[in-house]
């Protein structure tokens, strides 16, 4: 047996993956008092993962929730999972080694737009060019909630927080261009309070082979309530928001208004129903598989519509840790049963006598 | 007719009176274009096979590939030859082989009167003199006075030797490494076969450019023969090695084969994360190419996520390892108080260079030690180690992946620029056998508590997937039973106390401090660490060979260090520390064990030369009373 | 209505027999939302303003908006008033006031025997109880005994005192803290006109809720009156405080203060560059708050980012300025070596908290001082200072900027998460003269080296758009002629030299280290640095007070160490450094001067308190010969 | 006067800037010896930026070039102008500090793709999206170079480098798209050897009020030659480059063939241009103001051709450090003459009498 032989054969389950029982969302809390601010809509986004955890059955045992600082990467503590509260911006860095020692692992990486976005930035960008198998979800509530208010990568422009008493300077980032830039072969838009979308789309990037991105609008009732009213307040949301489903149309304010590609320029452009219907308006039937209008739709911001839903979901998805762990197959066929011993003999040896 | 003509050399070979030599120490010096590298190499070969002991370095310019002729294009490869044990690579070159001007320019300051100098005088055309920077000749105004020149027309009689056998001209010119290795073969009695079968074996499928450099070869080292007179021809006698098959090593392989092995016996994948920086980046390059071995390489975006990656590897049951220099040590600071904190098994690899910031890449330095001891916000402490010497990169792997497994903690292994590239003879250790250290996880979910801690402090590893014990690890301050974040102020103290009695504990399972050479009471000790090694040894061994009452204590655990270390230090007269910085060492010992170390800085970027220790330690004993 | 009251309250004022007191610590603890922070400020400005010398601290929950009611949701507030200088915020509360279950359940431990525990029964319903995680009523079970407990229906008799104001009954509630207020201010014989006065202008436009407000103050205020005999009443005289105007001010208004006039007085814009961390992110917020004052403010998107503007806004010919915690230093590390390479005036601010890692960013800890001096790659000197109080900040954030701009170097200038929230009384500083330490930058063209250096050792200044002047700057390391790139062996030991004498020069400039009380030769000497200044002051002085033979020696810089310090120490039988961290000041005294300091080490997240230190103090000059 | 006035006036230039002498692009070379190797594509950047700068008559005295570390960032030391070769990854932050202090400065950023695109990535996206206003050059050899052949984040997937002997297996970042969802507001591609272009590209990016990104494919003729062969080699670059030009059709193949609005999707399709020209073939006009084209133009790859020149110039653009002067202007005037002491006598002040 090669001397190697122990390596790589160890993170074999320690019982059969089975189909694991049942279980309620309940189930998946941890025994740890949650701690965020009364009102904050990170309660419900614990919730609806909570709730995508059930629907997956998944195994708490073989589940890693892994996060970087701030209200939101408190997330682990709060799940009666394996979880990992790292530290600030590195959690995809974290969460790539534990894929890379094991792939078995279901692994999910939870941060703020801070986290995510500021700090973390390159991290992120390259845990997607990767297509590290995992779901990286991003709270973005435009602001940083932990440090107690100031600007985020993701705070509009003009906005006054502690640490712009004058309001913010630069322009906010888009999370979902910004990761399908990076390459990244699912995206997905949510809000936090849309409890029936928000579990389905987790189950949807959970079931993506390789890294799924989830941005998903939060509200930080203490330092930046309402920064997303313009899109997810129930006043607004049917005209402020295109629910996106794979082959049907883009569609808004009840099927009055649409989405089609414009006539003068290479874009998206708003339309009106007329009496022939959709189709005769010209209204673009949404392709998740498309990359190219997955950047238009990414890239719409009020007074456009916002998308919300799977933008971009690339069928000819794979993973880099199975990559990697393929190469290393593919070496020891070349070279069966080497070990180190022979390793060291390839360079040219000599014998002392004793 | 080649074999003729190596008939002849056989024939002559018994001929001249050689000199006998117990050492030498000859360096090869050109144009990164000229194979000087691969030239030493095959020295080395013949050398070691000779039965020699040896100790090689390859200085490679800092540029990639300089315009041909510069001095900071220059390539050089210094090797020291002797019939008994040496550690270092020799102070200064007995024989300097300058292919170009430029060589010649950047070597003369390390050359000793008397020096033998091989010249090129083809080269030594009026732009190669002023692309090195010479105003004259040195050949004519006196600057090499000093040394004995040889001046040989190596590639014109290279172009002859290679004549038909159907290379280019520039390939001729190319095989000008292989004269002069033949001649340098010649000089000091060492065999030709292996060089001989090397080449057949490196241009199995060139035959004209094998028979070319065989030619060469055969041609220098005729040259020599016939010209007796000229060349002075040694001889040098076997050194006494242990018995066992022996190979070359650099530090960069000892440590890549030492990780492996460690990791084997501690039964743990193999996860390597790096960003690549010189010097450490070698030791990524020789893991990658060995994923036959089963060893996982991540080349990540920057120090931070390599780091950050080793330490999601050690959380999920693997071994993480991580390896930089300086500047990338700095990065991952914030990452290892991460590891400290959650209490994970980490290698770290520091192949130390010359800073600060950028500084130098290529050259070495050891002036890293603080950071890697102290260096972290909080009281956050690590366990640090120093290789003596490219073999014992491959013990201290080894020992860094047991202590960190075992103590559930980070451990930062020192290397430096020096020990990456120098190479020397090392004997294959025993491999195979039963894993000597493995890895116990913990599986018992009857009354589990992450940060429940053992006799020696140390808390339990739990890979996630085992059933029934999913938990949560943070770098919030964690209670000192449950592992859930507080705030408690007695919890802190306690936490606190406890990381550091774990590291602590590390240094109760370790043997005592011994003196290298010399025992307790000396009048002078040296005391070192890292690759001052080679130095220090062979400078206190030729002290106390004067009679000199001098001690050498070097230290390959930092931190924590031995026990008794405070106890034997006390016992010396005076200490010296010799380090390559403005004095870390120094400073370490004085605020552990209140002794007046006295620092000897060396921060040119190259290592202690053994004469300037020598006359260090002389100094001392002088005005001591 | 309301007149009328104050009329009576004023009248029956000369009647009570009021307990002379030399000093008081008052706490006030509830829930985030019950105005703990609000009452705490008023009651600080009126003893300020009746003329007693004291210290604040306000302590808030680690939780944005924990849930009401629980422990991690309690905020408190803790005030040190007295009749003369102190230098802490008191040891423990003579007067605790508990708004609720929660906040007696915090304070509980902290509270001595005696005490006066101030409680609303009102709050003591099952579920506040359970909520606390009390398993008894603490009023019930004995666990009171050792106290004096007043209670008060502070909720009732507020909405009492406050109907027919139009308030509603939520925002009635939320009136309790003033009512609590009013009390402790007849309590200890304090002015309620200036709180008054602040109603006022606060809720100008609110009426109903000045009308609420006011009348719950007057209430509370009426309430000592009426129920003497219950109430106890002192009073607190004068404090002799230098002449001048006078306001409260804590580490991070004169640490912000500080930076704007050291700017100012060098002639320089002042940049600050930063990444939100608790606790340095105030720092930012408060300037970003007066640019009006010329001050750029600049977000970065992370630590490195903004250490990097920094410097780049240093080389422009602004002084940048970064300010971080523990882990943002640990992150700064790489850029701070590229800093001192190319030899650039840079301010970093550390306001340390409790690590290893995240650890307990709210609370406080002394570190990352061995990281300050020693944790960078290569040898890397750098100045480090320390503030050891509040106002203290201003004077050294200017001082930070005096050295970095002249010296040429980075200054790291260490607070801590005490200092950074403590208040305490200040003398306004005079302002606004000509700049006292004006910059000149270079602008001769006549033989221009960037690296040339003065009689300090200091390279000129150049700001780019010099005329003539344009030059490369390089983290690699430099001619110490030209400043072009250089991997010259000599060269780089004399700049390693160079930046290593250019650091310690700025100690030759500064003045000696004198004791802050006691002199040479004392049998003990407490030698201490940053935020301990407080407590260790205190204790000597009461230890002295007692004719204990012990000296106080504060470091405000750290490195260089001052020229005489080693001399100093050597005079004292004994040294004992109290240090809130595992001894990392003892290990850097010990390695410099090699004196037999030993450490007190405290690392609770929390200061050391007075009577610790005395204790320690006493413990070691009984057992001393 | 103020106690503050001396602040914020120090940049004043230390002379009238006038309009400075021609200068020859020789002129702007540095006393330093050149130390690339011979054959290296930076060579021929080295030129076209000395070119540009000539062009723009730019005064070597108020301008600034930052590196971080690699080939690439050895550009600041063979210019005559003000230079800061600063550490791996940070140029783009080092030049924010710069433009912060001095608005006045000419700042240019200069790094490889791993400088910029693996450790600066995070540096990067910022100075993008804040616009910070200069020039960034990204010279893309898909190598790291200075460390002898490591992959970068810009080597295809395959390539056997020193650090990737069984090929690399992550996929590529494309610089352009991820400066696009950065936000950035001009976004160019020219190529080393393209002496015509590339001037052209850098004076253009350099009259950009804002952050403005070029992306320069770069041969590194040690460690990846002819990485970008299928684009650039003259054999095949009619086919495999379109080259943009504001206003005119996107023509390929000496006028052969075109890009046209995909017929069946959101994105752009080869066309081959009948008889009818291209207009009836519907080749689409590049307009340097459409984002969304951009983004298309930008991901467009081999074996569709590479977009050379300015994908994206907007022309609302403003710089980040002349937004952060107005408002430290705007509270000035807010608040006039307002110095340190008034700021410290906001608080409630007492005396003490002597
Ligand atoms: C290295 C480091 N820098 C800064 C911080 C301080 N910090 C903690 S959380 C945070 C950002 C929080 O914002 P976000 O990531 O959006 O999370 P949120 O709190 O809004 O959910 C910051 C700057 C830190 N803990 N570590
Ligand atoms: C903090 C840090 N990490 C790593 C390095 C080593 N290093 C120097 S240049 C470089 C990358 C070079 O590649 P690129 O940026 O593409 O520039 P090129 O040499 O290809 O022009 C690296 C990793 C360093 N100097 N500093
Ligand atoms: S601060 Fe904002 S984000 Fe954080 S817990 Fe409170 S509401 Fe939620
Ligand atoms: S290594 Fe490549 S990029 Fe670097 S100088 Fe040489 S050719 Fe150019
Ligand atoms: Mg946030
Ligand atoms: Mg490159």
Chains 1, 4 share one sequence.
Not at chain 1, 239 to 251: K, S
Not at chain 2, 103 to 115: M, S
């Amino acid at each position: 047996m090669s001397a190697q032989a122990p390596v790589l054969q160890s993170p074999a389950p320690e019982r059969p993956a089975l189909q694991p029982a049942a279980r309620q969302p309940k189930d998946y809390a941890s025994d740890q008092e949650v701690r965020w601010c009364p009102g904050c809509g990170d309660y419900a986004i614990l919730k609806a993962v909570e709730r995508a955890l059930a629907e997956l059955r998944a195994d708490p045992d073989r589940t890693v929730f892994v996060s970087g600082i701030g209200c939101a990467a408190r997330f682990p503590h709060y799940l009666a999972t394996y979880g990992f509260h790292g530290i600030h911006g590195r959690a995809p860095a974290i969460a790539t080694g534990i894929k890379l020692a094991r792939p078995d692992l279901d692994v999910w990486v939870v941060g703020g737009d801070g986290d995510m976005l500021a700090i973390g930035t390159g991290h992120l960008v390259h845990a997607l060019r990767r297509d590290v198998d995992m779901v990286i979800l991003i709270l973005n509530n435009a602001i940083y909630g932990l440090t107690k208010g100031q600007a985020s990568p993701t705070t509009p422009v003009g906005t006054r927080t502690a640490s712009t008493p004058l309001g913010v300077v630069e322009r906010p980032l888009n999370a979902c261009e910004v990761a399908l830039a990076a390459g990244a072969r699912f995206v997905a838009r949510g809000i936090d309070v849309q409890q029936k979308v928000l579990p389905e789309l987790l189950v949807r990037a959970h079931a993506h082979p390789g890294a799924a991105l989830v941005e998903i609008l939060q509200n930080c009732v203490i330092y930046a309530d309402g920064a997303f009213a313009d899109v997810t307040d129930k006043a607004v949301e049917a005209e402020a928001q295109v629910q996106l489903r794979h082959g049907e149309p883009l569609l808004l304010a009840h099927g009055r208004k649409g989405l089609r590609p414009a006539r003068d320029r290479l874009g998206l452009e708003l339309v009106e129903i007329g009496p022939g219907g959709w189709r005769e308006a010209g209204v673009a039937v949404h392709d998740e598989r498309d990359r190219a209008a997955a950047m238009l739709l990414a890239a719409l911001q009020p007074p456009m519509p916002v998308a919300v839903g799977v933008l971009f979901a690339d069928p000819a998805a794979a993973s880099y840790e199975r990559a990697v762990r393929a190469q290393i197959e593919e070496a020891r066929a070349r070279e069966p049963g080497l070990d180190l011993d022979r390793v060291l003999r390839r360079a040219r040896t000599w014998t002392v006598a004793g | 007719m080649l074999d003729l003509e190596v008939g002849r050399a056989e024939a002559g070979r018994a001929a001249p009176a050689r000199t006998r030599l117990t050492s030498v120490v000859v360096r090869l010096s050109g144009d990164s274009g000229d194979g000087i590298q691969v030239a030493g190499g095959q020295l080395t070969l013949s050398a070691a096979l000779s039965g020699a002991d040896l100790e090689t370095f390859p200085d490679f310019p800092a540029e990639i590939r300089a315009p041909a002729g510069t001095t900071f294009g220059v390539s050089s490869f210094q090797i020291h030859i002797a019939d008994h044990r040496v550690h270092t690579v020799g102070d200064r070159p007995d024989v300097l082989v300058a292919f170009n001007p430029a060589a010649l320019k950047v070597n003369l300051p390390d050359l000793p009167p008397g020096a033998l100098v091989i010249l090129d005088p083809g080269s030594f055309r009026k732009r190669e003199l002023e692309r090195a920077g010479f105003a004259a000749d040195p050949r004519e105004d006196g600057t090499l006075r000093p040394f004995r020149v040889l001046e040989i027309e190596i590639g014109e009689l290279t172009r002859k030797a290679t004549a038909g056998t159907g290379v280019s001209a520039r390939e001729a010119g190319r095989c000008k490494n292989f004269w002069a290795l033949g001649l340098i073969l010649w000089m000091y009695d060492r065999d030709r076969a292996p060089v001989a079968a090397w080449l057949e074996r490196r241009f199995a499928r060139e035959p004209e450019l094998l028979a070319a450099n065989r030619a060469a070869l055969d041609a220098g080292h005729l040259f020599g023969e016939v010209s007796e007179l000229l060349v002075p021809a040694f001889t040098i006698g076997r050194a006494q090695l242990p018995p066992g098959t022996w190979r070359t090593v650099n530090g960069h392989e000892a440590l890549a084969y030492g990780l492996i092995d460690g990791a084997r016996n501690a039964g743990l994948d193999l996860v390597y994360c790096s960003y690549p920086i010189t010097p450490a980046s070698g030791i990524l390059q020789i893991l990658a190419g060995l994923r036959a071995l089963g060893v996982t390489t991540f080349q990540a975006e920057d120090e931070i996520a390599a780091v950050c990656a080793a330490i999601g590897a050690s959380y999920a049951g693997a071994i993480g390892v991580t390896a930089t220099s300086g500047p990338g040590l700095a990065l991952k600071t914030e990452a290892l108080g991460l590891a400290v904190a959650t209490e994970l098994p980490l290698v770290v690899i520091d192949v130390q260079r010359a800073g600060p910031s950028t500084g130098m890449p290529t050259k070495t330095e050891q002036s890293d030690l603080l950071q890697a001891v102290w260096g972290r916000n909080g009281d956050t402490p690590l366990v640090v180690l120093a290789a003596a010497s490219p073999s014992d990169c491959f013990t201290l792997a080894r020992e860094a992946i047991r202590i960190a497994a075992h103590h559930m903690t980070p451990v930062m292994l020192l290397s430096d620029g020096f020990l990456a590239n120098a190479a020397e003879p090392w004997r294959l250790p025993e491999l195979g056998g039963p894993p000597e250290f493995p890895v116990r996880f913990h599986g018992r979910r009857e009354g589990f508590r992450p940060y429940a801690r053992d006799a020696r402090g140390v808390r339990p590893w739990v890979r996630p997937g085992t059933p029934g014990l999913a938990h949560r690890i943070s770098g919030l301050e964690r209670d000192f039973e449950t592992g859930a974040i507080s705030y408690d102020p007695a919890n802190h103290a306690r936490m606190t106390e406890a990381r550091w009695a774990k590291v602590q504990a590390v240094a109760r399972a370790l043997p005592e401090q011994a003196c290298e050479q010399g025992g307790p009471g000396a009048r002078l000790a040296l005391v070192g660490f890292g690759s001052t090694y080679g130095p220090i040894t062979d400078a206190v061994g030729r002290a106390r060979a004067r009679g000199l009452d001098v001690a050498q204590v070097h230290l390959r655990h930092l931190w924590p260090l031995p026990r008794n270390l405070g106890a034997l230090l006390s016992t010396f007269e005076r200490i010296l520390v010799p380090e390559m910085n403005k004095g870390q060492l120094t400073a370490l010992l004085r605020a552990e064990h209140l002794v007046p170390a006295e620092p000897l800085s060396k921060v040119t970027g190259r290592p202690f030369t053994v004469e300037e220790l020598v006359r260090a330690i002389e100094a001392r004993l002088e005005d001591a009373p």
